[in-house]
């Protein structure tokens, strides 16, 4: 160890001749730790979101062991703890409700821990960015290690991709197209491996976002789940992090504005899911970085989508991997000097650009296309204002049809989730394939946890015509392995007072990606008025942990953080004596 090492962390636990470090020491020996290992070895947690209730991180165990051997074979102490493990496909009401919450547990179990640094073994949707941001409240020296995608869903001899798969099938389930065995044959094919989503979803999303902000090592976000590489990689991690701790390069060195314009710059160019937006400015506003709506338009908008993957595209991540991930992406952008700014500093402590300059490229510009060649030409996320939508809204052009994205049509309403259920599909339902679809009460507050129902399947009536795509427009969230022209996270929400609120069956509304728009074609006054005429919401007594969400959550345009969550609390933990 150099001189230049900082102190230990854990020293303050272990480090004492005294009646303190007796008891720490000792309760800690009971599981067969001699005594040379208290006497400055980094300890570096292993935080896992293993849970058999959430597939996609089913085999975080064998990960962790092959963390440990490289924490080890750096000379370090790996300490493996769980935290709440928020699995998207099983938890209900939605996997977000519990993302602040599995967010407190990994900062309070990082800053009340004898822990030096961190390796944050995550995959399935919310478990990145939950880990990402107690982490970043913590500010300890910390990487990224996730579960990796899938192996590609197979099914009547082709490649199918894990969720987009699912609304493409029950689309065509419902319009009459397939039979149930046709269905069921489809759902047994889809998950084949250990892993997450295997198309450009949200956990892999922002498995990329990982990456591209700089806190996991090259090639994380793509290698297959069930690719010894990806053990390889899950060992160089842990040897990193104890070297991280010796440099105290900490989270606050990485994740810095910088890094967080990089991360949206690589969204655009990987077609990533409309999650990122609110997961990027929650873990951005632990480390106090400022993100704003707008960066999303000045940073992402104009960027060509590159990676051809589903939902936006044809392939899965296997084939992003094999045709050179990541660093491929981002070699390509420097290249034509889309990369904000090459010389943040990640994980390894090299640059993104040192990173990734000499990155090869694979497979004739297919998966990877060409800055020429894009899958779409003006990808980003576009941000939407007007006074539906005061405080934004966002729509995903690369998921959309190019057609609807200037589109004026009117609205059929549906005052909450419930109540689409109930009328979407009677054939007495007044809709055209220019009507716009607008559900209200779905934001954070209005379903706590801003479900992913923002993706509304289209009337049977209108499928069974043929109709593949119409403009909607919610307060919620939509799955990152979604598709069509959805205009989400309307903020303020309904269920907060927001203008969507005030929307009427039959109102006209314009819709603008190019300009940004989002008009209720109403008059102010008119739209006062009728907001004045709602009753506010009666405050829900519900209890628990989602009355603390409901009380506490920020809109969709801040992160869906809680309010007294936002910043970073440090890593120091008063003394305090037995
Ligand atoms: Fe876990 Fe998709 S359900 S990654």
Redesign the pocket.
């Known amino acids: 160890m150099s001189d230049k090492t900082p102190p230990l962390r854990s020293a303050q636990w272990f480090g004492s001749a005294d009646k303190n470090g007796f008891m720490y020491r000792s309760w800690m020996k009971n599981q067969g730790i001699p005594d040379h290992q208290f006497q400055g070895k980094p300890i570096i947690g292993i935080c896992n979101t293993w849970s058999e209730l959430t597939p996609?991180n089913a085999h975080f165990r064998t990960i962790a062991e092959h963390v440990k051997r490289g924490v080890i074979e750096a000379g370090g102490w790996p300490v493996e703890f769980p935290v709440f493990s928020n699995?998207?496909?099983n938890l209900r009401p939605t996997a977000m409700l519990t993302r602040n919450l599995a967010s407190m547990d990994v900062e309070e179990a990082i800053r009340g821990n004898p822990i030096d640094g961190v390796v944050l073994l995550t995959?399935?949707?919310k478990t990145t960015p939950a880990l990402l941001m107690g982490a970043a409240s913590c500010d300890v020296p910390a990487i990224v290690v996730t579960g990796g995608p899938m192996l590609n869903g197979k099914h009547k001899g082709k490649d199918i991709g894990?969720?987009t798969i699912v609304w493409q099938m029950h689309e065509s389930y419902k319009a009459g197209n397939i039979s149930l065995d046709e269905f069921l044959s489809a759902e047994a094919g889809m998950s084949r491996s250990a892993g997450?989503?295997n198309t450009m979803?949200t956990?892999s999303t922002m498995a990329c976002m990982a990456e591209a902000l700089g806190t996991s090592l090259p090639h994380n976000a793509a290698i297959p789940a069930v690719d010894s590489r990806r053990y390889v990689l899950a060992h160089m991690s842990g040897m990193r992090a104890v070297e991280m701790v010796r440099e105290d390069l900490r989270l606050s060195k990485v994740l810095t504005k910088e890094a967080f314009e990089n991360a949206i710059r690589v969204n655009a160019a990987i077609g990533g899911s409309t999650n990122a937006v609110i997961h990027l400015k929650a873990i951005a506003g632990r480390i106090g970085v400022d993100l704003e709506l707008d960066d999303w338009t000045r940073i992402g908008r104009g960027t060509p989508t590159l990676v051809d993957l589903q939902p936006s595209g044809r392939f899965l991540m296997e084939e992003f991997y094999y045709a050179g991930g990541l660093p491929a992406v981002l070699r390509r952008l420097g290249e034509n000097n889309l990369i904000p700014h090459p010389d943040a500093l990640t994980v390894n402590g090299k640059s993104l650009w040192e990173n990734v300059k000499n990155s090869p490229i694979y497979g004739d510009d297919e998966v990877i296309r060409a800055i020429e060649n894009p899958l779409v030409a003006d990808g980003g996320i576009c941000v939407l204002r007007g006074n539906l939508a005061p405080l934004g809204a966002v729509l995903k052009p690369s998921a959309a049809t190019p057609a609807l994205m200037k589109h004026r049509g009117q609205a059929v309403v549906f005052e909450n989730f419930d109540m689409y259920k109930a009328r979407i599909n009677d054939p007495e339902l007044e809709v055209t394939a220019d009507s716009i679809l607008v559900m209200k009460n779905c934001g954070p507050k209005g379903y706590p946890g801003m479900a992913e129902v923002g993706n509304m399947g289209l009337p049977a009536k209108l499928l069974a015509q043929g109709v593949t795509d119409m403009v909607r427009i919610s307060d919620a969230r939509m799955s990152g392995t979604a598709y069509g022209t959805v205009v989400l996270h309307v903020a303020p929400e309904a269920a907060a007072g927001g203008p969507l609120a005030a929307v009427q069956e039959g109102d006209w509304i314009e819709l603008d990606c190019a300009s940004g728009r989002l008009h209720l074609d109403i008059s102010d006054a008119e739209l006062a008025a009728r907001l004045a005429d709602i009753e506010p919401p009666q405050k829900l007594l519900i209890g628990g942990y989602r009355q603390l969400y409901i009380d506490h959550v920020m809109q969709a345009d801040q992160g869906c953080d809680f309010d007294f969550l936002v910043g970073c609390r440090g890593s120091e933990v008063p003394r305090h004596s037995h």
Do not use: H, I, R, V
Request: glycine share 30%; with cysteine; hydrophobic share 15%.
């Open positions: 996609c699995g998207e496909s995959g399935c949707d894990a969720g997450t989503c979803g956990a």
